[in-house]
């Protein structure tokens, strides 16, 4: 499981560069699948920097629940586990709440 964890890091933390210079909106499923229109109300490039920065604790809770594994410590997989879903969490919460990825005006 640990292996699996450790591989999976890699293409998140891929993922996670590419968004944080505000590029590859493509890879954002949700975002991918407006029309145009609606595409041209958001900033793609604050919105891709965002999920970047989510994309970047999501690897980290993934590197402590791996580590936790490797060093059978349970308080690391915990502490992985509990941040993974706080960074979660909040995610939900500020992208669906506020428009705060709208342009203005």
């Given at each position: 499981m640990e292996a699996a964890l450790l591989i999976l890091?890699?293409?998140f933390l891929i993922f996670a560069a590419?968004?944080?210079k505000g590029k590859g909106a493509f890879l954002l499923?949700?975002?991918n699948t407006l029309p145009d229109s609606e595409k041209a109300q958001y900033n793609e490039a604050a919105l891709c920097k965002f999920i970047g920065k989510i994309m970047y604790g999501i690897s980290f809770s993934l590197l402590l629940l791996a580590l936790g594994e490797?060093?059978?410590k349970p308080i690391l997989f915990l502490i992985g586990l509990v941040f993974f879903l706080?960074?979660?969490m909040f995610a939900?919460?500020?992208v669906n709440t506020g428009n705060r990825f709208k342009k203005t005006g």
């Open positions: 890091i890699i293409p590419v968004l944080s499923s949700g975002y490797i060093v059978e706080t960074v979660v939900l919460v500020y």
